[in-house]
Each structure stands twice: as structure tokens, then as C-alpha cells.
């Protein structure tokens, strides 16, 4: 596959972002500190922020803490709406899970502690979602980020709405393993996932130096699941093709992707969009197109 990327912009008014979302022509991104969510139109001019979380009155240590990373669009009675996840790392901090409504902009809140444990009882010790995304038939897909000690990435793969039915939901967990023989490479985390209808493509980011140094930047991956769809079920899920982005690209060098979104799909070809951090607490955005 071939990259080429198309059109790049710091958000200097917005801190880190670690989720990104298309929809309805609109650029949706979510704060690492998740106070609010940026809307932009698809050149990124801002039309305006919604606010998630009122954390005025939280100690500053614990708003760094709320670590709502993971988003999809879903459909829920037929009404399209961003789903932001916690990442289940820190139980009273991270369980959280907020369903925001794309035409309103008026959310619910739900507890996902019961969801999560059964995501540790099926195998993951160390919970740390980091993405997701919604697949055709209602599937949706969440990344479980390896960490150093433990550099195995899973895909949790449920159904839309499991939020609401966490006892009895529809629960997989699959590892995920990534092609080659690159050291770097077995020690990055799945930071971001989209999904491609027309290509039956699930394609992500990941990132090394997760928990590495500050201002040391890590390398970061574009790779390609292709078939998702049919994979489901099985016992794991194959990579057919990872892109070393620094070397794809040499803007993109130096950057770790947080994660990604689908703007446009044709056959063999997709318009993306990343959200990354320059490890000075910036958010970057980059358009790329894959073929």
C-alpha cells in the first residue's frame, strides 16, 4: 500500500487529543483531559466544543485521570451517536462511559465496571482501551493497548448497545499479532481503529514508547486487517499489512498517532484523518490517503 498525505494543522488551542471521529461531514475530537469535545468541518475550522465532563471541582491529579480514549459512532434508534469509552485501567477513575447524541449534543453516562470485569475474566489482567469501532451488523471492536509489561494487543469484539446489556452482552477476546520480525514493532500499542464498509478493512494505528520518556518519540504503524468481518469468530486476527509511518512519510516522523478516523472509502483506497501528539503536549492533525 502506498501513503500520501494531504493536509496537516496544530490544534494549539486544544490540548492533547486522544480520539478522533467523522461524521456527517464534521470532525469530532476528544480531549486526553475529556472536558469537552472539538467539532470542525472537514478543512478543521472550528465550529464549536461540547462540554463532557464539568471537572472544576476535582483535584487537578484527578482530571488528568479521566482517560475517556475511545470513541465510535454507533446507531441507536436509528439516531447517530459518538460512544467515548474509559479505558478501565484505574476502576474508580476509568470505568466510566459517556454516549453522546450527534444531533442533540445532550449525553448519557454509564458505569462500565460490570462490562470491564468480564473483559479480565475472559483473559485481559491488564485493562487499557484505547479505541474502538463500530463494523457492519452492528459489531463493535475495542482495542486493548499492550503496555511494556505486558506488549500483547487484544481486540474485544462485542455489539452495539452492550453498554445497556453488560451481563449478557456478546464478548470476544482475540490477540492480535503483528507481522515481522521488527522488535519495535512487538512492543507498540494499538492506539487507534477505524473501519472500512466498502473494503471490509479494520485499520489502525499503534505506537511504541507508550509508557516511554517524555519527549522521547516513539515510532508510529498504520496497519490493515482486511476481511474483518469474516475474522470474527476466529481465534485470532491476522495482519496483512503494517506501514512503518515515519519512514512512509517523513512529516509524520517523530509524531505518535493517537488514533484515526474514516473520512471517505472507495474500493482499494481510503481518505484518513490522524489526531497525534508531538510529545509537548500539542495536538496535530494530518489527512492521509492509503491505496
Known amino acids: 500500500m502506498k501513503l500520501t498525505l494531504t493536509d496537516f494543522k496544530i490544534l494549539s488551542t486544544f490540548p492533547t487529543g486522544s480520539s478522533i471521529e467523522f461524521h456527517d461531514q464534521k470532525v469530532f475530537v476528544v480531549g486526553r483531559d475529556a472536558r469537552e469535545v472539538l467539532i470542525m468541518n472537514k478543512r478543521w475550522k472550528e465550529l464549536e466544543r461540547i462540554p463532557l465532563v464539568d471537572n472544576s471541582a476535582i483535584p487537578i491529579e484527578q482530571k488528568i485521570q479521566s482517560d475517556l480514549e475511545a470513541t465510535t459512532v454507533v446507531l441507536v434508534n436509528s439516531i447517530p451517536r459518538m460512544l467515548i469509552l474509559g479505558s478501565g485501567s484505574r476502576e ?25 470485569d468480564r473483559v479480565k475474566a475472559a483473559g485481559i489482567t491488564d485493562l487499557n482501551i484505547g479505541s474502538a469501532a463500530t463494523l457492519d451488523e452492528g459489531h463493535i471492536i475495542m482495542a486493548n493497548r499492550g503496555s511494556t ?29 503483528f507481522p515481522g520480525k521488527d522488535e519495535k514493532l512487538k512492543q507498540a500499542g494499538i492506539t487507534g481503529l477505524t473501519y472500512s464498509a466498502v473494503n471490509d ?41 503494517i506501514i512503518p509511518l515515519g519512514e ?22 481510503v481518505k484518513l484523518q490522524f489526531v497525534a501528539d508531538n510529545n509537548d503536549g500539542v495536538s496535530c492533525l494530518f489527512k492521509v490517503r492509503i491505496k
Not at 454516549?99 to 462490562?115: I, Q, R
Not at 469484539?157 to 452482552?169: E, G, L, S, V
Not at 512512509?248 to 483506497?269: F, P, T, W
Request: hydrophobic fraction near 35%.
Open 248 to 269: 512512509a512519510e517523513k512529516s509524520l516522523k517523530g509524531y505518535k498517532i493517537d488514533a484515526l478516523c474514516m473520512q471517505s472509502e472507495k474500493n482499494a483506497r
Open 92 to 116: 474508580h477513575y476509568h470505568n466510566k462511559a459517556i454516549l453522546l447524541d450527534l444531533d442533540s449534543y445532550l449525553k448519557d453516562e454509564f458505569d462500565m465496571t460490570v462490562f470491564y
Open 149 to 177: 509489561k505486558n506488549p500483547d494487543n487484544h481486540l474485544i469484539i462485542t455489539r452495539n448497545t452492550f453498554w445497556k446489556h453488560q451481563t449478557d452482552a456478546e464478548l470476544e477476546v482475540l490477540p492480535i499479532k
Open 201 to 241: 478493512w479494520l485499520v489502525f494505528t499503534a505506537a511504541t514508547n507508550e509508557n516511554g520518556p517524555v519527549g522521547v518519540p516513539g515510532d508510529s504503524y498504520l496497519g490493515v486487517i482486511e476481511n474483518a468481518s469474516r475474522k470474527i469468530g476466529r481465534k485470532d486476527m491476522k495482519v496483512n499489512e
